[in-house]
């Protein structure tokens, strides 16, 4: 129950953390729901470049990235076997990352599509019971950086 709980409140703070102009109310205008700026039907389409080029993530965001990755690389650099201690350090990471989330547009929208299946990895992570199952979700947890690198600056 506690899991379920902490992944709405993560999906919420997701769905509802990232500023968007277009969700603020200018003068004259109409402010619009949120949900129709962070819709995740999106999501699970390909990650697209920018004319060619990476995305530019917001500075204040990068770090949370960052140090999400390094946790993962610190895991298995000591081989380390608690799985579920990782995935809420990374949920942690998330966390911070969503609150710090000011990217608006086209950047913001691909990194959603990056970051959605990437919380998916993790909350399914924190949830499996089978050792080596979660030595393939750690894997993919790798390859989903490797993705986020080839896609974001």
Not at 48 to 60: A, I
Not at 116 to 140: F, N, T
Request: glycine residues 2%; proline residues 2%.
């Amino acid at each position: 129950m506690k899991t379920r709980i902490i992944a709405l409140l993560s999906l919420s703070v997701l769905l509802f953390g990232c500023e968007s102009t277009s969700d603020k109310t200018r003068a004259g205008e109409v402010a619009a729901p949120v949900e129709e700026h962070h819709s995740h039907e999106n999501s699970d389409q390909a990650l697209e470049l920018n004319n060619g080029e990476k995305w530019l993530v917001n500075d204040e965001m990068k770090p949370f990235v960052h140090k999400s990755e390094q946790i993962l690389q610190d895991y298995s650099a000591a081989k380390a076997t608690d799985h579920v201690v990782l995935a809420e350090q990374l949920k942690n990471e998330n966390n911070a990352l969503i609150k710090s989330c000011t990217m608006t547009g086209k950047s913001h929208e691909e990194l959603h599509k990056w970051l959605h299946p990437h919380m998916e990895l993790i909350e399914a992570l924190s949830k499996e019971a089978d050792k080596e199952q979660a030595s393939m979700l750690v894997s993919d947890l790798k390859t989903s950086f490797n993705t986020y690198h080839a896609y974001f600056k």
